[in-house]
């Protein structure tokens, strides 16, 4: 993919989609190619285990909207992740389109800004949502100026929870969450946090995987 010569500050003022490059990932924009994959993923019961429930096409494909809306709203957004093909040593392991990790506004509260992420089941175990993680905070700290992140899950997801924490988030409290009827299984989450100040600590003590160089650029607009 060619990636625009502007650079970032320039080409997020005229809100050009930003490119993230990781050692293995590449977090971009969305592509209507990606409708597919991102529908297959929404609708398997493994992956949305920890959600009310497996979604149908039409609600992908909703999802996918406001996520577009998001990126030209805030110019940050749940960035579609590619694994690149020869990524590492397994050279059986899948590549393309993985799923999506990134940046959005809550729904219960729209000045609080969420890290979130969601992969295929191949794509899964893989150490690859912590690369892409740790990609979009530095984007969110260094590149957009945030102030604060903030992740949250339902307490009954654990590995969500360890990943939060392997990316330094602070525990902050448990609540409920207003979507869900207070008797819900799902409704009890937790909530962590990580401020800009903080990050620039963290990212020090990251293991090497996680805190490699992150180059951004903005991409030119698909025909």
Do not use: Y
Request: aromatic share 10%; proline share 8%.
């Amino acid at each position: 993919m060619k990636t625009d010569p502007l650079p970032v500050e320039r080409a997020l003022k005229v809100r050009l989609p930003l490119a993230i490059e990781t050692t293995r990932l590449r977090l971009r924009g969305w592509r209507p190619e990606d409708a597919a994959p991102f529908r297959r993923m929404n609708a398997d019961p493994d992956v949305m285990r920890f959600f009310p429930k497996p979604l149908t096409t039409a609600e992908s494909d909703r999802l996918l909207e406001r996520i577009r809306q998001g990126f030209v709203k805030d110019g940050f957004g749940l960035w579609a992740v590619d694994v690149k093909l020869n990524e590492g040593a397994n050279s059986e392991a899948p590549g393309g389109f993985a799923g999506f990790v990134g940046l959005s506004r809550t729904s219960f509260d729209a000045q609080t800004i969420e890290i979130a992420w969601r992969l295929a089941t191949p794509f899964q175990h893989r150490g690859l949502a912590a690369e892409a993680a740790a990609a979009a905070l530095e984007a969110g700290f260094a590149v957009f100026g945030l102030d604060r992140i903030v992740a949250f899950t339902a307490e009954c997801n654990l590995p969500s929870q360890r990943l939060m924490m392997r990316l330094g988030m602070t525990f902050e409290r448990r609540f409920l969450h207003p979507a869900l009827p207070p008797a819900d299984p799902l409704a009890p989450h937790v909530l962590f946090a990580m401020t800009r100040t903080a990050w620039q600590s963290v990212r020090q003590r990251l293991p090497s995987a996680l805190a490699a160089s992150f180059s951004f650029s903005a991409e030119e607009p698909q025909d």
